[in-house]
């Protein structure tokens, strides 16, 4: 059985699931996942195809539902959290009003959105784009507008699942900027990432899941110059692993 406790978690975790479960198709995708999620900074979850990876961000983000375990944090409003996927979903609107419905759901006072959207339009750099139809933008710019709006509600918990796939570098180097710029302001990020480059030019920790299970949670810099895990070292060699 599930159980969803809110409490202070631990004092230097945001976030951590206790031997979550999870069974689709026959088979066990979450296999008794026992993952923290350091308090500050950027923690980079990866893995192989497969792993549980974006399972276990859904199950962090109350969108999937696990047969058993606990998921235990200090985040009493559902506004704490917040999730881009891989494919930005917009409103048929333009950058300008889709931040706008944003402010309006999370509760941002009427008087007070003015202001804020003009530092969210900075902070993305949209500025010049306000006005464009979201949906009409290229990939990169609607990735921009997808990560700020969800900063709209100035999250506790930023979780990222492989925001930057299939951007080309520009792109990429400006969605790196907004993470950056998150995890400064004092959101925790986690990001799901297939790419080394990326977790390394970004991840203060680094967690490794293979079948379902923690292989592997160390500080970035250590996990990159000599990862002691079996199932990370296979990884990083091109290994197949099964």
């Not at 195809?49 to 974006?54: F, I, L, R, V, Y």
């Not at 009427?110 to 750099?125: C, K, Q």
């Not at 306000?130 to 507008?145: N, T």
């Amino acid at each position: 059985m599930l159980r969803l406790v809110t409490s202070s978690a631990a004092p230097d975790s945001t976030i951590r699931l206790e031997r979550i479960s999870l069974r689709r198709g026959g088979r066990d995708v979450l296999d008794g996942l026992d993952l923290s999620i350091p308090r500050h900074g950027i923690t980079a979850i990866m893995g192989p195809n497969g792993a549980g990876k974006s399972l276990a961000l859904r199950v962090m983000a109350n969108l999937v539902r696990p047969d058993t375990g606990a998921v235990i944090h200090g985040l009493t409003d559902p506004q704490d959290i917040a999730l881009v996927f891989q494919k930005p979903v917009l409103l048929r609107r333009t950058v300008r009003a889709n931040l706008r419905h944003a402010l309006a759901i999370y509760g941002v006072p009427r008087r007070e959105r003015r202001e804020r959207l003009g530092e969210l339009l900075d902070f993305g750099r949209l500025a010049a784009i306000a006005d464009s139809p979201a949906r009409a933008l290229s990939g990169g710019e609607q990735q921009r507008v997808a990560m700020v709006r969800a900063l709209a509600a100035r999250p506790r918990l930023l979780l990222l699942d492989e925001p930057t796939a299939s951007l080309d570098p520009q792109a990429t180097a400006a969605i790196e900027a907004l993470i950056r710029g998150a995890a400064h302001s004092g959101a925790t990020v986690v990001l799901v990432t297939h790419d080394r480059g990326q977790a390394t030019r970004l991840a203060d920790h680094i967690r490794f899941l293979h079948k379902g299970m923690l292989a592997e949670a160390a500080p970035a810099d250590q996990f990159f110059l000599a990862p002691k895990s079996p199932e990370a070292q296979a990884y990083f060699d091109g290994k197949l692993l099964l």
